[in-house]
T-cell receptor, first 116, second 111 residues
Framework: GAVVSQHPSRVICKSGTSVKIECRSLDFQATTMFWYRQFPKQSLMLMATSNEGSKATYEQGVEKDKFLINHASLTLSTLTVTSAHPEDSSFYIC????????????FGDGTRLSIL | RKEVEQDPGPFNVPEGATVAFNCTYSNSASQSFFWYRQDCRKEPKLLMSVYSSGNEDGRFTAQLNRASQYISLLIRDSKLSDSATYLCVVNMYSSASKIIFGSGTRLSIRP
């Protein structure tokens, strides 16, 4: 399966700060990456689909101006949480899906974001 | 009705027991199915894909019932290390992904 690296693994910062999370596909050129958010004891919720060289596709209810996604290369997608507030504290995870029909997704290690 | 539903558990079983989880999905056009396990405060890791004919990987057996729209996971001879949350994942389409995660079933294996 694909190897996905996510950085940083843990962020603690003050309210109002913008936080950038990187997702790298180490052994696979990913035209598409996915960003999820998971609150405690809840399932993963897809936030957006990151498309290399074009705009991301956001799920309903996710503010695109709040969660900026940039997918500038086939191996890197970034998610920036702008002006983060305590309610943005969550576990953010990226994934890639290898090519071909019915392939599973492979996840990065996740980033635990805590906004004070 | 949720697109993918799982019994949240928790299932608390003794080591060595056999335990089974079911997961139902609402979209009959769903194409592919997976079981992931997620340990506390970690990312999900692929446990196994689920094939139409059913498949086995060691102590784990996955089955798909398209007529009744559910998938199942059977764990035999459970180990303490099997304690985790098991996520049912359904891909609604074969090419463009529409991945839906179940809310997970928590399993706790006791000595």
């Amino acid at each position: 399966g694909a190897v996905v690296s996510q950085h940083p693994s843990r962020v603690i910062c003050k309210s109002g700060t913008s936080v950038k999370i990187e997702c790298r596909s180490l052994d696979f050129q990913a035209t598409t990456m996915f960003w999820y958010r998971q609150f405690p004891k809840q399932s993963l919720m897809l936030m957006a689909t990151s498309n290399e060289g074009s705009k991301a596709t956001y799920e309903q209810g996710v503010e695109k101006d709040k969660f900026l996604i940039n997918h500038a290369s086939l191996t890197l997608s970034t998610l920036t949480v702008t002006s983060a507030h305590p309610e943005d504290s969550s576990f953010y995870i990226c994934s890639v899906q290898t090519e071909g029909p019915n392939q599973p997704q492979h996840f990065g290690d996740g980033t635990r974001l805590s906004i004070l | 009705r949720k697109e993918v539903e799982q019994d949240p558990g928790p299932f608390n079983v003794p080591e060595g027991a056999t335990v089974a989880f079911n997961c139902t999905y609402s979209n009959s056009a769903s194409q592919s199915f997976f079981w992931y396990r997620q340990d506390c405060r970690k990312e999900p890791k692929l446990l196994m894909s689920v094939y139409s004919s059913g498949n086995e990987d060691g102590r784990f057996t996955a089955q798909l019932n398209r007529a009744s729209q559910y998938i199942s996971l059977l764990i035999r001879d459970s180990k303490l290390s099997d304690s985790a949350t098991y996520l049912c994942v359904v891909n609604m389409y074969s090419s463009a992904s529409k991945i839906i995660f179940g809310s997970g079933t928590r399993l706790s294996i006791r000595p």
